[in-house]
T-cell receptor
């Protein structure tokens, strides 16, 4: 099965600080996605990428940047973290031609 | 923008019982539909997909799709403790895309 690894698994950050969440996939998938999960909102798409060097805005991109330096790695960057960004963040990968998304185990972020 | 709505928010059934989870979507051009399952502390995992109108059965799970009615459902038969989880409906805009829009989820539990 596809392997998607997120780090760190837990993170506590201070308001105004910079946070970087990392994601690595070993399945040579072209597409990678960042979602956040909040009670009452389900999974919401923040940013996604169709390959190294490309990033696209999802449905809720404000306050977030993304970076895809290689096929395997996709990062989510919070330049100035705010308490409203406290959430569980999931990375996922999938084939270029569509099909199943494979999710990582998530990163729980608390911004104090 | 695609809207995906799920009902009920939560569902409790006895072990061995049947359950029905409902999902409606707003974009008539939607082509592919997925059910994802998330156990506590884990990332979501694809349970099954359906692309054509009608029913699709996989073991104890049956998905039903009616594109004209903008409706998809998941039926669980002979519920087992391992079925207790959060279930998401997800919709893809078209061929070759796994840029999914998720519903808010249905929390499914078994009566102990």
């Amino acid at each position: 099965e596809a392997a998607v690894t997120q780090s760190p698994r837990n993170k506590v950050a201070v308001t105004g600080g910079k946070v970087t969440l990392s994601c690595n996939q070993t399945n040579n998938h072209n597409n990678m996605y960042w979602y956040r999960q909040d009670t009452g909102h389900g999974l919401r798409l923040i940013h996604y990428s169709y390959g190294a060097g490309s990033t696209e805005k999802g449905d809720i991109p404000d306050g977030y940047k993304a970076s895809r330096p290689s096929q395997e790695n996709f990062s989510l960057i919070l330049e100035l973290a705010t308490p409203s960004q406290t959430s569980v963040y999931f990375c996922a990968s999938g084939d270029l031609g569509g099909g199943t998304l494979y999710f990582g185990a998530g990163t729980r972020l608390s911004v104090l | 923008q695609q809207k995906v709505q799920q009902s009920p928010e939560s569902l409790i059934v006895p072990e061995g019982g049947m359950a029905s989870l409902n999902c409606t979507f707003s974009d008539r051009n939607s082509q592919y539909f997925w059910w994802y399952r998330q156990h506590s502390g884990e990332g979501p995992k694809a349970l099954m997909s359906i692309f054509s109108n009608g029913d699709k059965k996989e073991g104890r799970f049956t998905a039903h799709l009616n594109k004209a009615s903008l409706y998809v459902s998941l039926h669980i038969k002979d519920s087992q403790p391992s079925d207790s989880a959060l279930y998401f409906c997800a919709v893809s805009p078209g061929t070759g895309s796994n840029r999914l829009t998720f519903g808010k989820g249905t929390k499914f539990s078994l009566i102990p």
